[in-house]
Nanobody, 130 residues
Framework: QVHVVESGGGSVQAGGTLRLSCTPS?????????MGWLRQPPGKAREGVAT??????TRYSDSVKGRFTISKDDEQTLYLQMNNLEPEDSAIYYC????????????????????????WGRGTQVIVSS
């Protein structure tokens, strides 16, 4: 079970930039993990944002493609570079991780793993003003 701490949120104007970070515990154990970001806008359900798999392959929701970039450094800290932010991006952002499996690194897989093991972080809030 991987516990995480999200940081880097804040308030910006539309078109601005933020960089979110997610620090998992026991980084040596997350080296081959499926990891990703999900977000929950006010009054809405949690939705997938981006994932990164063991081989470095990435997936993005259609709403953030071309604007957000997910990455992981050598210390296994997860990042989300958010450029050209829009008011619709306002949400609490969460990261999640799952152990290696013989299956794709999907939003659903991450959400299930975090839910089953109660490993969601507190999230970090992003507010984008028009």
């Amino acid at each position: 079970q991987v516990h995480v701490v999200e940081s880097g949120g804040g308030s910006v104007q539309a078109g601005g930039t933020l960089r979110l970070s997610c620090t998992p515990s026991g980084v040596v154990y997350t080296r081959d993990y499926c990891m990703g970001w999900l977000r929950q806008p006010p009054g809405k359900a949690r939705e997938g944002v981006a994932t990164i798999d063991t081989d470095g392959s990435t997936r993005y929701s259609d709403s953030v493609k071309g604007r957000f970039t997910i990455s992981k450094d050598d210390e296994q800290t997860l990042y989300l570079q958010m450029n050209n932010l829009e008011p619709e991006d306002s949400a609490i952002y969460y990261c999640a991780a799952d152990a290696p499996r013989d299956s794709p690194c999907t939003f659903f897989r991450l959400a299930v793993a975090a839910g089953l093991h109660n490993t969601w972080g507190r999230g970090t809030q992003v507010i984008v003003s028009s």
